[in-house]
């Protein structure tokens, strides 16, 4: 599968956490793209991205539109996107992405909830440059779809490996080529099923069952937060 195949399985690290933390995710997403871009999908694409992931995870539409009001309303809340990153035992690294209107609180947290678990918090740029920044986005393998065709398509848009799998397809590329990519499946008629920015390790490390019970710890601290976003690590 080649290094697809590896930023595919590292970005699964990603967690949502349990289900009762995705929908207020997604609607954070929304609102901070609806507030920086307007309500109106069709002319804000941050926007009509944020609304797409969450169909995808089959938030219904009245939250999506309750999201959108409330950052359009005179009393919205400002949430601004800050990332920290950590280390745990065995070799495990972490890259944590929030969205706050206290950065104070959320900065105690996320060192407190490393600190419980058995790990530490690192001055930010520490460990960004372990981790590739990638725009990822998946769609369904139609019938009439040829993915070699398709591939020399999307090169000059950015795109850097493409994957199909169980009539699934996967496109990597840059996170700078997201926009260009976007605009590609728009212009090819393509419906995306997600479309996401990843941060994927650059060298992913394998732990053992045993070990991945000391991460898990740091893991599930960190989503206790209602600030974070995401959270990516180097598990392989």
């Not at 206790?224 to 690590?233: I, K, L, M």
């Amino acid at each position: 599968m080649g290094r697809a195949f590896e930023y595919r399985k590292a970005s699964k690290m990603k967690r949502w956490g349990n289900m009762s933390r995705v929908f207020p995710r997604l609607g954070r997403t929304i609102m901070m793209a609806a507030k920086e871009g307007g309500g109106d999908p069709e002319s804000n694409a941050k926007l009509r991205t944020a609304i797409l992931n969450a169909k995808a995870e089959n938030m219904p539409k009245d939250n999506i539109d309750a999201a959108i009001k409330r950052a359009l309303g005179k009393d919205a809340q400002t949430l601004s996107e800050v990332t920290f990153e950590g280390k745990g035992p065995h070799g495990s690294l972490f890259f944590v992405e929030c969205a706050t209107d206290n950065n104070t609180r959320t900065v105690a947290n996320i060192k407190s909830a490393f600190k419980k678990a058995g790990g530490e918090m690192v001055n930010n740029g520490s460990l960004e440059f372990m981790f590739s920044r990638k725009a990822v986005f998946e769609f369904a393998k139609t019938s009439e779809m040829d993915i070699e065709e398709l591939e020399l398509e999307l090169i000059d848009a950015g795109l850097e490996e493409i994957e199909e799998e169980d009539g699934v397809v996967l496109v990597y590329a840059d996170y700078t080529n997201f926009g260009t990519l976007n605009a590609a499946f728009d212009r090819l008629g393509i419906s995306l099923t997600k479309a996401n920015l990843e941060r994927i390790a650059n060298t992913p490390v394998s732990f053992s069952e045993e070990q991945m019970v000391d991460v898990e710890k740091i893991i599930e601290k960190i989503e206790d937060d209602d600030d974070v976003q995401a959270v990516y690590t180097n598990i392989g």
